[in-house]
Nanobody, 116 residues
Framework: QVQLVESGGGLVQAGGSLRLSCAAS????????ISWYRQAPGKQRELVAT???????YYADSVKGRFTCSRDNAKNTVWLQMNSLKPEDTAVYYC??????????WGQGTQVTVSS
């Protein structure tokens, strides 16, 4: 089973940018769909973006036009480029497959904090 590890979070001022990475322990090409989720304090985890082979990438309305999801199967990595960050983007960000998300299996995530 391929493991996914998130990194790249940090503290940034509003309007700034961060790029999150999701590194796969195995062949990323074996995974059709990878999604980014986030969970803010006191809120439910929400879907942010989905990258799937042969399918247009999905973005939540709240991040559309600011976030870009990309993947490089040769590097076994998926990225989430986050621009024009807002304080409401503050959350722990996770990458996951839909299957593992439905099973309740999550990694440690990476913390993103946006200061106003």
């Amino acid at each position: 089973q391929v493991q996914l590890v998130e990194s790249g979070g940090g503290l940034v001022q509003a309007g700034g940018s961060l790029r999150l990475s999701c590194a796969a322990s195995g062949r990323l090409s074996d995974i059709n769909t990878i999604s980014w989720y986030r969970q803010a304090p006191g809120k439910q985890r929400e879907l942010v973006a989905t990258s799937a082979t042969y399918v247009t990438t999905y973005y939540a309305d709240s991040v559309k036009g600011r976030f870009t999801c990309s993947r490089d199967n040769a590097k076994n990595t998926v990225w989430l480029q986050m621009n024009s960050l807002k304080p409401e983007d503050t959350a722990v960000y996770y990458c996951n497959t839909p299957r593992n998300a439905n099973l309740g299996s999550w990694g440690q995530g990476t913390q993103v904090t946006v200061s106003s």
